[in-house]
């Protein structure tokens, strides 16, 4: 296996990992770093890709120049690798929404984190990240997710998966790989909160989404989350 890189905005980076043995055609980890003069990583990834994803990172800047770390919820994708990263980049400061901090992160890091509030922002200098609270969406309570202002890039987590390998970039459909991939492996709760929490990302007018398992998106944000809260408006079929 290999870590590759590749610049999907600008200053923005996609740490992505095609692991084959996962599911029957293969899985896509992606990883994301933001170049400012504050520089943030978004998912921390697995304990057993920190190698791959840490030389990864050096590739584009010295760990130590890492200033931020946070990721949407505790999953092993997401923060398996929290503390090993915190002992790598020893400048680094994990963040996460209030409620993260608050039932997770608090205890589980090595090092106090960040709490952030929802809309708080951090200027990175050259950047700005804004933490959204989205609990449930894509799963578990703690979550939340980022978007970049300047670039107008939305870190997804887990919205819009898709199984297999995946280019960098994609101007094609995401809505329909992903309703597919969830009736396989119905990972997102399908509560009233989804819809309007897609509305409200929709209402950000993304015009790249970068995927944690596929491509990044570039192209009309805003409809492809309007596309896939449509599809959680209506119920599930019994």
Same mark, same amino acid.
């Given at each position: 296996?290999?870590?590759?890189?590749?610049?999907?905005?600008?200053?923005?980076?996609?740490?992505?990992?095609?692991?084959?043995?996962?599911?029957?055609?293969?899985?896509?980890?992606?990883?994301?770093?933001?170049?400012?003069?504050?520089?943030?990583?978004?998912?921390?990834?697995?304990?057993?890709?920190?190698?791959?994803?840490?030389?990864?990172?050096?590739?584009?800047? =010295?760990?130590?120049?890492?200033?931020?770390?946070?990721?949407?919820?505790?999953?092993?994708?997401?923060?398996?690798?929290?503390?090993?990263?915190?002992?790598?980049?020893?400048?680094?400061?994990?963040?996460?929404?209030?409620?993260?901090?608050?039932?997770?992160?608090?205890?589980?890091?090595?090092?106090?984190?960040?709490?952030?509030?929802?809309?708080?922002?951090?200027?990175?200098?050259?950047?700005?990240?804004?933490?959204?609270?989205?609990?449930?969406?894509?799963?578990?309570?703690?979550?939340?997710?980022?978007?970049?202002?300047?670039?107008?890039?939305?870190?997804?987590?887990?919205?819009?998966?898709?199984?297999?390998?995946?280019?960098?970039?994609?101007?094609?459909?995401?809505?329909?790989?992903?309703?597919?991939?969830?009736?396989?492996?119905?990972?997102?709760?399908?509560?009233?909160?989804?819809?309007?929490?897609?509305?409200?990302?929709?209402?950000?007018?993304?015009?790249?989404?970068?995927?944690?398992?596929? =491509?990044?998106?570039?192209?009309?944000?805003?409809?492809?989350?309007?596309?896939?809260?449509?599809?959680?408006?209506?119920?599930?079929?019994?």
């Amino acid at each position: 296996m290999k870590t590759n890189v590749s610049e999907i905005a600008a200053g923005i980076y996609r740490l992505s990992t095609f692991v084959p043995q996962v599911g029957p055609t293969g899985f896509t980890f992606n990883q994301f770093l933001i170049d400012a003069e504050q520089p943030l990583l978004f998912h921390y990834g697995q304990r057993a890709l920190f190698p791959l994803i840490s030389d990864a990172v050096k590739r584009v800047i =010295p760990l130590e120049k890492l200033r931020w770390t946070t990721c949407s919820h505790v999953e092993s994708d997401e923060a398996g690798a929290l503390n090993q990263w915190l002992a790598a980049a020893p400048n680094a400061t994990p963040a996460h929404g209030m409620i993260g901090c608050n039932i997770w992160l608090a205890d589980m890091a090595d090092r106090a984190p960040k709490p952030l509030k929802n809309d708080e922002t951090l200027d990175l200098g050259g950047k700005r990240v804004r933490w959204l609270d989205t609990p449930h969406i894509p799963h578990n309570w703690d979550a939340g997710l980022l978007y970049e202002e300047t670039t107008g890039t939305l870190f997804s987590s887990d919205l819009f998966t898709q199984m297999g390998p995946a280019d960098p970039t994609t101007e094609s459909d995401i809505v329909a790989p992903a309703i597919d991939t969830a009736a396989k492996v119905p990972f997102m709760p399908w509560t009233p909160l989804a819809e309007p929490t897609l509305r409200r990302l929709a209402g950000l007018a993304p015009t790249t989404i970068a995927l944690m398992h596929g =491509p990044t998106f570039k192209g009309d944000g805003a409809a492809a989350l309007n596309g896939l809260a449509d599809h959680y408006a209506k119920p599930p079929l019994q």
